[in-house]
């Protein structure tokens, strides 16, 4: 496509939206079905569509709502009306401190165990109260090892399917039962004076990895700023390199969450002057003695999943239901499926075999959903008030945050679609509900587009389409 004909096609239904089209003379349905003729970028592409009007118990307008497509991250919806379902708001994800021997002076004669339960909350902050509790409770030096509990889940630190060459990147950490700060560093770059290295900061501090600062400032023939690391042979060395001409930030998944957790809290016990040398992995025994704990309540983790669309946040949803359903150690991906599978099959009376779920995020190419399966997970939210409640609020506002805060900021649409976003390369998506001011009806709502080269035109026309539903 040309540059420059999707903001044509935007225009001309605009101009449409403010014309005779829009001024009554048609029906929903037909201004509808005339919003997909206007969109030219569907000549290449393809999308679904389900509406529901929930007031009215019926269905309002469906196109290609039976079709299989990749959901990306409204997949997202999918494990978080199941989580609330099955696992309920009051779910806590725990990380454990413990220790096995005895406390002798100020020397512990046995091993310090920490539980992971892949809380992926769990930050630099909770980490430090860890130490804390270690000091507070006389320990100056640990005889033995600091070893982390990583039982609960399987090996495998990426879903079925994910890009290998997505690697370094925030938003697909190595999963762990272990993980700290989500598994990333944020590292920031600040210039300094012309020709100089500029000063280059990671959080949170920790020995695990190193930097290394090749970069100068103000230097156009360094060429343009890179931060990442040696991924390909899985290696935790930062690199900078390049021209760093105004402040920068970004953040870096490392190689190995659960090591990252251990090595900075051995860090942070060193800092505190606590000896400590030997860090493995194990289970912690039976006997071991609580030191403390961190406890997340489900809330905080749907609220991320949902409103940031946050992968380790769903993933982690994902793997406590597959805990929930098997009641069992190790848990798999396979768990995760099968636990998601059954709440369709028992709930929504859809036979999982008709679709694809492999992950909780939609970051599997392999995931395959319909338009008109979403909707009936719409409607079984709302059919719930206190699941619907949570969901709800847990969902994005057009205009106002999450991932919709810079979409539909003015109209009908604006504050009144709370919809659950998705994209990847070829794919964007939108689900959730809107509300009819002038009838007082709540609809809800599937939009994939699919096989689109310009996400920017799928979103414009997803955009128009939440605009028709909210008149």
């Not at 719409?378 to 979409?407: C, E």
């Amino acid at each position: 496509m040309r540059k420059g004909r999707g903001v044509k096609w935007v225009w001309l239904v605009v101009g449409w939206l403010c014309g005779w089209g829009y001024a009554g003379a048609q029906s929903l349905t037909a201004q509808l079905e005339t919003l997909l003729q206007q969109a030219t970028f569907l000549q290449t592409s393809e999308v679904g569509i389900a509406v529901y009007d929930l007031t009215d118990g019926q269905p309002l307008f469906r196109y290609q709502a039976d079709k299989l497509y990749r959901p990306a991250s409204v997949a997202k919806v999918i494990t978080s009306v199941t989580a609330l379902a099955r696992l309920g708001e009051a779910y806590t994800f725990r990380t454990q401190l413990a220790y096995t021997g005895a406390i002798v002076n100020d020397t512990l004669q046995g091993d310090l165990y920490v539980i992971g339960h892949l809380d992926p909350e769990f930050s630099e902050d909770d980490l430090t109260g860890l130490a804390e509790a270690v000091e507070q409770a006389g320990i100056r030096h640990v005889a033995g090892s600091l070893v982390g509990d990583v039982t609960m889940t399987d090996s495998i630190y990426w879903g079925n399917g994910w890009s290998w060459d997505d690697a370094p990147e925030y938003f697909q950490p190595y999963l762990s039962p272990l993980m700290l700060n989500r598994g990333v560093v944020d590292i920031a770059v600040k210039p300094s004076v012309k020709g100089t290295s500029p000063e280059v900061t990671v959080a949170p501090a920790s020995d695990y990895y190193t930097v290394c600062n090749r970069s100068l400032s103000h230097t156009p023939a360094a060429g343009k700023l890179s931060v990442t690391r040696d991924w390909m042979h899985l290696g935790n060395e930062l690199l900078i390199d390049g021209n760093a001409v105004r402040p920068y930030a970004c953040s870096l998944s490392l190689f190995a969450s659960e090591r990252f957790f251990l090595h900075t809290l051995r860090y942070q016990l060193r800092q505190r002057g606590i000896r400590l040398d030997s860090v493995a992995t194990g289970a912690c025994p039976p006997e071991a003695l609580l030191l403390a704990k961190v406890v997340r309540p489900l809330r905080e983790v749907l609220l991320r999943a949902l409103k940031k669309s946050d992968n380790l946040s769903a993933e982690a949803l994902f793997f406590h239901l597959g805990l929930q359903r098997k009641g069992a150690l190790p848990v798999t991906f396979k768990d995760g499926r099968e636990a998601l599978e059954q709440f369709m099959r028992q709930e929504l009376q859809c036979d999982p075999k008709n679709y694809v779920l492999v992950d909780g995020s939609g970051l599997s190419p392999y995931d395959l959903v319909s338009p008109d399966l979403l909707v009936e997970y719409l409607k079984y939210a709302a059919a719930d008030s206190a699941l619907s409640s949570a969901f709800y609020t847990a969902l994005p506002v057009a205009g106002i945050d999450g991932t919709l805060q810079h979409r539909m900021k003015s109209g009908r649409a604006f504050r009144n679609v709370h919809a659950k976003t998705g994209s990847v390369t070829g794919v964007s998506s939108l689900v959730g509900y809107v509300d009819r001011k002038s009838t007082g009806h709540r609809l809800a709502f599937a939009i994939i587009n699919q096989n689109v080269r310009n996400v920017a035109e799928a979103r414009a026309f997803q955009n128009q389409l939440c605009e028709l539903l909210a008149h």
